[in-house]
C-alpha cells in the first residue's frame, strides 16, 4: 500500500544575502511515501538542511508547493503550521534541545503539554516511549543525569508522542561515538517498524545511509539522483551479529 505522504513540487528557495540572491534549493521535485525511510546524503552546502526545514515546514519556499496527505501547506499561517508540525512532525536535531530543568519522562511529554494535554493521559505514551528506547529506569533523570546518547534517545521519544506521521531528523547522530550512533540507528528501524513512522534522514554517515532503503542525493540545491535497495537487509538490533558484506562501494559521492 503505497500512499505519497510528503509531496515536494518545484521547489525552490532563495536567501537574500545583503540585496545578493542565494539559490540555495533549484526546482526539488520529491515525494516521500508513508512508512518509508530515506536518507539525505550530499556534501556540506549542498541544501540538505535548507530542504529538511522546508518539509517540516519550519520555513517556507520562496516558490513550489508542499503537500502532506495531499494538503498544501505552504499557505496556512503561522499558527496553524505550528499545530500543524505538532500533530504530523516530529524533529530529532543533532543538538536535542532538552529543557534542564526536567526529567526524562516530562521531556518527552512536553510537546503534548505545548498541546494542552494532560498528564494522565500523555504519561502511560512517554512510558512506552521510554520503555522503547530502552530507558525505562532513567525516566527520573534530568538531561545532565544521562548520557548524550541517552539524551538523543529520549529527544527521538519526545519526537514521537505525538505521534507522527514523520520524523525529521538531521545529523541525528553527529555527535555520538560510533557504538552509539549505531544503537541510535537501530532504534530508527525499530521505531519505523513497531509505529510504521516515516523517517527521512540527513546524515553524513554511510554506515546509515547503507542500511537505509532509500537514499536521495543532494548537490547544489538539487537532487542529483537517488539509489534504492529492493528490501532492506538492515535489521534491527543486531549489535552482537556478524556483519555481511554490503554493496557499498556503487554510487558513493565521496565529497
Ligand atoms: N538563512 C540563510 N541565509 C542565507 N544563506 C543560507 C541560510 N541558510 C542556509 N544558507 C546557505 O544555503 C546553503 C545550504 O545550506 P544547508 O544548511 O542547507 O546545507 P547542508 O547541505 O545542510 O550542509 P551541511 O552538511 O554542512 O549541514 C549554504 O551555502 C548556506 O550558506
Ligand atoms: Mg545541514
Known amino acids: 500500500m503505497n500512499e505519497t505522504l510528503i509531496r515536494l513540487e518545484g521547489i525552490q528557495k532563495v536567501f537574500d544575502r545583503d540585496g545578493a540572491k ?116 532513567r525516566a527520573t533523570h534530568r538531561p545532565s543525569e544521562l548520557s548524550g546518547g541517552e539524551q538523543q534517545r529520549v529527544a527521538l521519544a519526545r519526537a514521537l508522542i505525538m505521534r507522527p506521521d514523520v520524523i525529521l531528523a538531521d545529523e541525528p547522530t553527529g555527535n555520538l561515538d560510533s557504538v552509539t550512533s549505531e544503537r541510535m540507528n537501530d532504534l530508527f528501524f525499530e521505531i519505523n517498524e513497531r509505529f510504521e513512522t516515516t523517517f527521512v534522514i540527513v546524515t ?8 537505509l532503503p532509500r537514499v536521495i542525493r543532494m548537490r547544489d540545491g538539487e537532487i542529483e539522483g537517488e539509489d534504492r535497495a529492493p528490501a532492506p537487509n538492515a535489521r534491527i538490533g543486531r549489535g552482537d551479529e556478524e556483519k555481511e558484506d554490503t554493496p557499498e562501494d556503487g554510487g558513493g559521492d565521496g565529497a
Request: aromatic share 6%; glycine share 10%.
Open 22 to 137: 542565494l539559490d540555495v534549493l533549484r526546482s526539488i521535485d520529491l515525494s516521500v511515501e508513508r512508512g518509508e525511510m530515506a536518507a539525505i546524503v550530499g556534501p556540506s552546502g549542498a541544501g540538505k538542511s535548507t530542504l529538511l526545514h522546508l518539509m517540516g515546514t519550519l520555513d517556507l519556499p520562496t516558490s513550489g508547493s508542499i503537500r502532506y496527505a495531499g494538503r498544501e501547506v505552504t499557505g496556512l499561517s503561522a499558527n496553524a503550521l505550528a499545530r500543524f508540525r505538532n500533530e504530523h512532525i516530529g524533529f530529532v536535531f543533532q543538538f536535542h534541545h532538552l529543557l534542564p530543568d526536567f526529567d526524562a519522562l516530562e521531556n518527552v511529554m512536553m510537546p503534548g503539554f505545548i498541546r494542552g494535554e494532560s498528564r494522565k493521559t500523555l504519561e502511560p505514551r512517554a512510558r512506552e516511549l521510554l520503555d522503547a528506547i530502552g530507558l525505562a529506569h
Open 204 to 211: 553524513h554517515s554511510r554506515e546509515l545511509a547503507s542500511r
